[in-house]
DNA sequence: GTGAAAGCGCTAACAT
DNA sequence: ATGTTAGCGCTTTCAC
């Protein structure tokens, strides 16, 4: 492998001179510059990447902390990261969780070694108790409105749900049930809190077993029809959290003969191009934005407040 | 920063002792083991990678080059590669290219740079000739049956589209038509000539305007529809190279009346979960797999013999 | 403008 | 078993 040493041999200049020339800083002499620049090509040199990261002591390169890679949400907040990345000519290295603790204490490990400059953690496994020794000094961006810490940008799923109750009450459903991916989790906890706040504002009461938990896929969508099929009460309209989960509901009641939305009303999240083709009544929710404001945050040097963004509903056919 | 010789100042040994304790290697005493341990503790010791990917000249990172990361195709390869990757140590740096020559022969620079121990190409921009001249003394892999590189992991695309002109011609179709996602590239090519092979073979023929180009979307499949409709000849099924747009023309088909498959037959590929639930017939490709395989593939010293994956069919009622 | 030299922090061959 | 030391390849301060 040949080095910057053998270049400055070369070229008959000095490392520094080489460095500079490389790394396009001025005072270098037009005729030196050009030396170093054919020593460059005829030995084929290439700069080694980790040598400067080593020097530098930095990487420029992200950690991006993700649950799954083969779920359209995912997939879209990493192109959000990466979009905005490319742009400040950062790259992005995978650590993949499963949602399993260590896996997500593994990337806390590999940030504190210097593997990557900052970490996004696109959703989260262990509590921030246990994720705080790891932190100092750190720049962290969470994607959730998680108290406690720096960094974070989320959706304001509070909102969302409470504006989705309101909207179903002056339809004239007062039987509503929710579908939610978990249960922990700050985003996850937020829109139960809107639930419950909005049936407790308008009155409602809220059944055992309205609650749907794990529908993340079309799969489960599917399931809850069979589930809500078998309830004592049914409620009348159902609030999804996932456009994915509302298109398995909405085509399994179209194979069962339950009628959308009279017999059962969807209002759902996403806007998933997947919501257009079912005429799914759905809240737009800005992912990739998401995505793109995390990264920004990573970037920014002054403490900045929460990155909040809205959701906005599109009206279809299912409420 | 606390390195390793003010461990071995503090522990009252030497560094390459430390080195030996961090390292897990034999031929260190107990006592000694322990002090050094002992020091790393109270220091808050943490080891810098980059000076470790320099010293060792590896870093136990994997680049993906890849078109986009918010295709169900592309995040299932992701997630295979990535599984895979995890069980070796290794991780993935993401090189997103939306098909730009420039950004994909970056990622080459970067592993000339030795900013990652080899590259897997998802799917490729470039030419052959213009990658090559990058290539040599590397770690690539290819997913497409490129002639001429040595790793590569591939789906019998040809025989996939072969069988499936069969199974239509063995259902009456005689007038068939072809939906994919871009001409350019092995894969598409290769489903290209097992469509025309199979035209010929059976003694069809192909109209002009029964290939549609750019299909990757639920949209692009709703307008497929429309384009159908407006053909002066129109073929009776359809060959669909993603079960996205068959999605979409499947459920644009239901809104304007047309039939399926009694109008128009669908045979899909991928067997994503959304074909199941709009009951298409569908091909199931290892998608996963082939990221895995991708994987093995960049680990594989010896010259290894190309990866060759096949589809199988899964009957439903588009055709 | 240019060069010498001191890092950046770790690994591993060699000597003992 | 353990220590010494020469790398790995680049950046950057300081002096001229």
């Known amino acids: 492998m040949t080095n910057i040493r053998?270049?400055?041999?070369?070229?008959g200049v000095s490392v520094s001179t080489v460095?500079?020339?490389?790394?396009?800083?001025p005072y270098v002499r037009e005729e030196k510059r050009r030396r170093v620049l054919a020593a460059v090509e005829e030995l084929n040199y290439i700069k080694n990447a980790n040598a400067v990261h080593l020097s530098k002591g930095k990487t420029y390169c992200i950690g991006v902390v993700i649950p799954f890679l083969n779920l359209p949400y995912f997939g879209e907040v990493l192109q959000g990261i990466a979009g905005e990345a490319l742009k400040h000519g950062y790259h992005l290295k995978i650590f993949q969780t499963n949602y399993e603790k260590e896996a997500e204490l593994d990337a806390f490990h590999r940030l504190r070694m210097k593997e990557v400059d900052g970490l996004i953690l696109a959703s989260r496994a262990n509590s921030l108790e246990a994720l705080q020794p790891f932190m100092e000094g750190t720049?962290?961006?969470?994607?959730?409105?998680?108290?406690?810490?720096?960094?974070?940008?989320?959706i304001n799923h509070y909102e969302a749900v409470r504006t989705a109750m309101d909207h179903l009450h002056s339809k004239?459903?007062?039987?509503?049930?929710?579908?939610?991916?978990?249960?922990f989790g700050t985003n996850s906890e937020e829109r139960v809190?809107?639930?419950f706040d909005g049936a407790e504002a308008a009155g409602y009461k809220i059944q055992d077993g309205w609650i749907f938990n794990d529908c993340i896929?079309?799969?489960?969508?599917?399931?809850?029809?069979?589930?809500?099929?078998?309830?004592?009460?049914?409620?009348?309209?159902?609030?999804?959290?996932?456009?994915q989960v509302s298109a398995g509901i909405v085509s399994q009641a179209?194979?069962?003969?339950?009628?959308?939305?009279?017999?059962?009303?969807?209002?759902s999240f996403d806007n998933h191009p997947i919501s257009e083709v079912f005429d799914?009544?759905?809240?737009?929710?800005?992912?990739?934005?998401?995505?793109?404001?995390?990264?920004?945050?990573?970037?920014?040097?002054e403490p900045s407040s929460p990155v909040i963004l809205e959701t906005t509903l599109f009206e279809r056919k299912t409420m």
């Open 6 to 11: 053998e270049i400055a041999r070369l070229a």
């Open 19 to 25: 460095s500079r020339v490389l790394n396009e800083h």
């Open 280 to 301: 799914i009544t759905s809240f737009d929710v800005p992912i990739r934005q998401l995505g793109e404001e995390a990264f920004k945050l990573f970037l920014k040097e």
């Open 254 to 267: 179209g194979r069962k003969g339950i009628s959308i939305p009279d017999e059962l009303a969807i209002l």
């Open 217 to 243: 896929s079309l799969q489960d969508g599917r399931e809850v029809v069979g589930q809500w099929e078998s309830l004592g009460e049914r409620p009348s309209a159902l609030i999804v959290t996932s456009d």
């Open 172 to 183: 004239g459903h007062k039987d509503i049930g929710l579908c939610i991916h978990r249960t």
């Open 193 to 195: 809190r809107g639930f």
């Open 139 to 154: 720049n962290v961006v969470f994607c959730e409105n998680l108290s406690g810490v720096e960094k974070k940008v989320f």
